[in-house]
Structure formats: structure tokens, C-alpha cells
RNA sequence: GCCGGUGUGGCGGAAUUGGCAGACGCGCCGGAUUCAAAAUCCGGUGAUGGCGACAUCGUGUGGGUUCGAGCCCCACCACCGGUACCA
């Protein structure tokens, strides 16, 4: 034998063998119980990376642990192949982006098989082939039915550099969430899906998510950002006109002392036409459009404004105030329109500051000044100046007032989200087409079912520039309306790729049905997913998404389950340490900028993917930023030597004993040792990897019994059958995490059935009762001493036998003892005086 | 501001129900093996004091509950993530 084992002949070989004996083919088997284990499919960009390779050996050893536990798997894996990597290479290289992705492919799917990772490759799906976004397309087309799916021309967020629009959830800090270009705004006619309709339920359903970490709800409940407060209706003076705000505060209407329009508000063209304010107004308003979003909402800038000449009413006092625009308004939360009561909102009150407005107090909030405010008073207290609501506690106020206002037909108690409804429609080239049709009789129509795909042409121009790439087709936008036969146009936007990703995982559970998008049935077998595993991220967009698509499916009746994620796990980042330009030691995630990348493939030409598989999961757990150490990766390699040379060594031993082996019987204390040994290893990986998820304590057990292995090689007299049992049980517990070395150690062991395919063992409970236990004595709270005792002994015995004990003698010797702890089978505590 | 999370040796991290703090690994120190080295095997490794058995201290800070607190409660500090002129 050699040192170190050939991991590069064991990989490749079992590779091999597994895809002979399609050892991961998924059938519906509707008898068994099933587990469908999902990770986040990749962009296809060519090169696997060490967040991919951690995101993937988690799923797997879950995959493998439940197919051992006897569940039916389904752990698929498929591409997210449309977007803009591979536009930008064909504006660059001039290939053709199918070309590029195609390729790209057939590398990352070389790379994932070279992982050794349990996939049912026949339900491969790619969203960029016809085959998928035909059914993409009739979703579509069923949300638009539905009323969920619509045109509007809006302001939207454009990115001047991707040269497209993008959704509210890809704009981070004002840029683009992509290239981190400031994101401009743009007026355009786009398709949008109307997830606000939703946003309810998907608040609602997190309740319903104990399996997702606190962390995404609480980002997604964010996002969602639900407030209750009361519309309020007042009138604007002389003109008849109704203005209606949104406040979550109606119990400072009396404080209210002006009134505060959007600039973009669609009144304040005409209250200001003609007048002699006209003039600024419009030179303010013009000055917001060109404000990009990252000036205009940043909060430190001084609060600045014009009044447009007009007086608003209020409805609760008949006061008359005067109407203003300002950008901290924003036109599109709420109404467009707030009351402002400079007393109690922070923003109001800088605002009036800076124009001399009034400021009047109507809740009188304990411990403030209320006389000589320098900052807003934004607390609970009892209500003053406010009419007959005067002395109210406000927030019965709150209930009273909006009841009252109600009643007079003047507001109304109301919801509102910060969500926005999805902007899907992209100018770019590389992603589903929107199966809409222009008719000049008929409108937007879309696109007959019966002619789907509506397929993406290939005489097109890649210019990064000006429209749509559709546009440059000679074919593709002229058209027939399917309602009328007349002559029509094609939309030439396409879809956002996040419409792709949203309904992936049910495309998996019937991944080639040409007849339907899915067989109801089929998913109803398989959803929901039982558990998804993938980045923080992704935490808003994607899986907001797929909740989203997943209660609309299940709306029109194509699925049962409603949430599409049962249990969610958010692998934590990949970070390694570098020193920066200053000289100081610091970490951070991977990346080629800070030359601290690790490539998957160099740590597997070198140590092979099992050592690459065994470190990842050992290093930290799943959900935890993970540490990279060059060190660490040693040291699990380390390991996996130490358990092929034990097994190897093993095997020679026994070369040409009879390999049958009886039930072992344990007669000493060594042999009892082990035994209990190698039934507690199985108890706790069964609980670490299959139930916790824990995979670093799991494999940590695993290192105990091989040491302990050792131990009992060089120390005791070899009971055969006990060993030999203690070297399979460390094969099977192992085979999830490293499937490669145990299979081969496994078939080297003379065994002709696969390891993959076995049952995970199940360990005997009498051999984890201990005869002897360590009994833990304190004297007050403090470790004094540990002595033995039979298991179970009783509490008297117990108390009666620490007594005894030299040190305790010792420690309570002419002191009293006040009190005496028992806990059978534990510990014995003496609180002395 | 609001919401969520984290804080334990030189390092990554254990401690699952309030009961031995530091499992396992890395690093370091020592020994065996070797002509020598690598590899391997064995042992040690929280801090302070002591030759030593041992003693004292120790889980971000301060308090509390308890026979007993890394874990529970109160107050605070630091860092990380989300969100935000959202009315």
C-alpha cells in the first residue's frame, strides 16, 4: 500500500460507475415517502466557483444522507442560462449567446460531475432552450389572463450602462445592482406583474415558514414594508378638487400646518397653470427629474421646496393651509401627498424650519419641551389642542378619529406597502420574449398557445446600443394578431430572468413534458421543496419571486402547495484573508480584485474532490461564513489518508481470512469501549447531518471514532468481528460527506453491492447505556472531583458515595452543609457554609 | 431611526434541555521512527502562580435570578446584515 490513495483513478473511476448505473435516476415512486432536496441552480458563467462547490456539497450530503435513510430523492440540477454575460460576449467576441452558453455549459456540468455530486442529470432543464421558455411564455400569458400582468407607462429605473430597465429589488443604494452604475430615471412602456396584489399573503405565509432562518423573513417583511395608518380627504380651497394623503398618524391632524405634493404629482401642473408660480414650479420640478435617485433620496441634504399658491382645507378644523411641492415626497408611496405636522415628524419639521412655517404641538409626549422643540416630537402621549379628542391617550386617538373621519365620508382606515408591483420588461436580447402582440384594432393580445414558443430570432445585431436587439431582426416583430388575423407587431422587450428561476423546481418535477408546462399531479407528488439551499443574496429577489409565482400557480389550480420552500438553508459566504495595500491582515470574500480567490479545480487537482467536499463542510457551519485555510484543507486530507491507510491496513490483515463475520460479541472493557463508540457516532451524524445540519460536528464525530480506532489497534486485543464492524460503520457514515474513497474502500473490503445504495445503520440502543457513569461533584457550584457510578444509581446511593470522597471530606470539614444537590446519573453539588 | 444577527484559547469552531467551558481540526511544543529530512505514529497545549499535588481567574461590559449561568432576565458596548426623507 501506498501513504497517500490515488484520488484521482478512485474519482474518476466511481464517476464513471455511477453514471453507468444511473445510481441518482429519480422515478415517482408514489409508495415511498419523498424528499426533494434543492440548491440554487447557477448562471452559467464557465468556472465553478468555491460558493458553488460549498452551496453543492451541502445539498448533496443532505441528498445522499436521506436516499441512505430510504426516502425517494429528487436532487436535480439544471441552468439559469438567459442574461446579460452572455449579450455582453457577443457584443465583445461576437459569438452568439446561445454559442457562449452552450459552452459554458457543457464546462460547468463537467466540473459539477467531477464533484462526485448525486444529481438525476436526465431532468436537466436550461431556461434559455426553447423547450422551457415555451412554457415560460404560457405563464405568462396566464398571468396576464389573470389580470396579473400589464402595461404602464411609468418613470422607471434605468441603468445607462446595461442599457436597460431595472426592477425596484435590483437597484441597490441607487445603482445598479449588476454593474453599481447610479441608476437614472426614465419614462417608458413597460410590462409589469402585480405582485402588490400579493403582498398580504406573502407577508401573511412568513408566519407560516418555521424552516426559514428569522434573518430572510425579517428581510422580506422589510422589503414587503407593511403600514397601517388612514387615508384622509382634504379639499383643496377654491378649486373644488379633493386631495387625499396617507398618514399612519391620524391623531395630529390638528398639528397638521401645510400640505406636501410629490413633484411629480399630476396636480400641480394644473393648480400652478397660468398662476404666477408657474414659473418656479415648474424650474423645481424640472430640477428633481434630473436628480438621479441617489441625490434625491439622500437624507442628509436640506429640505428645500416651493409653495404652488394654493390652500388645502383641513377636515377636522376647517383651517386653511398652504399647499407646497417638495422632493422628500415621493410619488409613488402612498398618494403622492402627505399632511404635515411639523411637531411630530422629523422630516416636516426640518422642512418647516427652513420655511418658517408653523409648528403646533397636539401631543403632549412626556419628558419634551414642548414650547421650544428642537427636534420632532415622534412619541406616544395624551392629546392637547385637538378639539373634543383633547385629554384621549393618542393612540385612541388613532382608532377615534379614523372612525370619525370614516363616518363623515372624509378618509378611511387603509394598508399600505412599500412593495411595488415587478417590472419585468428588459431591452435586451438574451431572455425569454414577451408573447404579446401589438394590434392598432385590438391592442395588446397575446400571443395564440397554440403558437408558442414565440422563439427568439438569430438575425439580430449586437450593438449594446439604443433599443432592444429584437428590433434589428428582419423576421421577428411583424406579425399577425391572434384575435383579429390582421397585421400586427410583436413586443420586443424580454423578460427578466428572475421570471425563469421562479418556477424552476416545478419544471424539475416533469422536466420534458412537451403537453404542459408541468403535470399537476406530478408536482403535487413531489412539492414542496423540502429543503433549498443557496445564498443570503438572494434572500429578497428570488425567493420573493418564487413565493410570489408559486401562489399564483396554486391560485389557478396547477399546484396544491401554496409556499414553494419548505425549509430554507442560506449558506454563508466563502471569505479568505489578504493583506491589503496598508499591510494589514484582513478577510473578505473571494474575489479576483483582492487576489484572495481559491479555485475549486487547483484544490482538486491536488488534494481531489472529497478532501475539497470534507473541508467545506468541516470548516464552520453551513449557515456561518465559512473561513478559507489552506492549513484546514491539509488537515482534512489528512484525515481522509488516516482513514484509508486504517481500512487498507485492515484489509491486509485479513487478506484471505474468511470476510463473514458474526454479530460481534463485546466481553472487555476496550471492546465495550468501541462498540458504544461506533453507535454513538451514528446516532450523531444521523442527528448533525440529517436533522440539524450541522455537518462540522457530524464529521468531528466521525474523526473521534477513527482515533479511537487507533487507539483500540494499539492498545487492545483485536476482537475481529467487532473491528471489521467498526470499519463499516465508518465507511457508511462517512459515504455522504466523502462518496469517493468509501465506495472504493468499500468495494476493496470485498463487497459487491454499492455503498450508495445502502441503508444508513441503524445503531443499538443498548450499547449507548453505559454500566458505569461519571458522576460530576461541585462544592458550591464548583467542579470538586468526578467519581464513578453504576448507571442509575439511585439518589440516596449517589449522595452517599460523594460523601465518601477524600476531596469532599476535605472541602467540608468543619463547615456546615446547608444543602445537598442531587441529579441522579450526573451530578452531586454541596452548597457549604 | 427601525428590524434581524453575532461576540468563547494563537486561529476555525464545540458545548443540542441551565449541570465537567474549550469537542474536532489548524498552529505550536515534545517524543518515537529515520543516516537525515519529509511523511507517519504517540503525547502535550486557556491564563496566572507553584518543582509539585494544586490554587486562583476565565465565554464583550455591568448587574440580577439560581445550589449551579457561555446558555435565562435587565441595562449597556462593539461589530455584521437588511431597510429607510415610506408619511
New binding site residues.
Partial sequence: MR??YDFTAIESKWQKIWEEENAFTTTDDQSREKYYVLEMFPYPSGKLHMGHVRNYSIGDVVARFKKMKGCNVLHPMGWDSFGLPAENAAIKHGIHPFTWTNSNINDMRDQLKSLGLSYDWDREVATCKPDYYRWMQWIFIQFYKKGLAYKKDNPVNWCPDCQTVLANEQV?DGCCERCHTPVTKKHLSQWYLKITDYADRLLANLDDLPGWP??VK??Q???I?R?E?AEVTFTIDGSGKDLV?????PDTLFGVTYMVL?PEHPYVKELTAGTEYEAAVNAYVDACAHKSELE????T?E??GEFIGKYAVNPVNGEKIPIYIS?????D????A??AVPAH?Q?DF?FAKAFGLDIIPVVDVPDVDLDNLTEAAAAEGIMINSGKYTGMNNKDAIRKITEDLEAAGKGKKTI?Y?LRDWLISRQRYWGTPIPMVYCEKCGWVPEDEKNLPVLLPTDVEFTGKGDSPLTTSATFRKCTCPKCGGEAEREIDTMDTFLDSSWYFLRYCDAHNEEQAFDPAKVNYWMNVDQYIGG?EH??LHLMYARFFQMVLHDLGLCEAEEPFKNLLTQGMVIKGYTDSEGNYVKAKMSKSLGNVVSPAEIQAKYGSDTARLFIL????PE????W?D??V???Y??L??VY?LVFEYIESIRGDEREFAEPVCSNEADKSLNYMLNATIK?VE??AGG?F?F??A??SI??LV?EM??YK?HAEMNLPLFNKAIETLLTVLNPFTPHLTEEMWNQLGHEDRLYAKSWPVYDESALVKDEI?I?V?I?????D?FLMPNNSSKEDTEKAARELEKVKEATEGKNIV?V?V?PN??V?F?VR
Avoid at 327 to 331: E, I, L, Q, S
Avoid at 333 to 336: A, D, S, V
Fill in positions: 501513504d497517500k441597490v428569522d434573518k425579517s428581510m417583511r422589510n422589503w414594508g403600514s395608518g394623503v396617507f398618514t399612519t398618524r410629490a434625491r433620496t439622500s437624507l441634504k429640505k428645500t422632493d422628500y415626497v415621493m410619488m408611496y402612498g398618494t403622492g402627505i399632511m415628524d422630516r426640518e399600505n412599500k443570503v434572500a429578497i468541516f470548516a464552520a457551519p456561518k461564513e465559512l473561513d485555510s492549513e484546514g491539509e488537515g482534512s489528512r484525515f489518508n488516516r491507510r450523531k442527528e448533525d440539524r450541522n462540522n460536528t464529521i468531528a474523526m473521534e482515533n487507533y487507539k494499539q461519571e460530576i461541585q458550591n457550584g464548583k467542579l470538586k468526578k444543602k444537590i441529579i450526573r451530578i453539588n452548597v
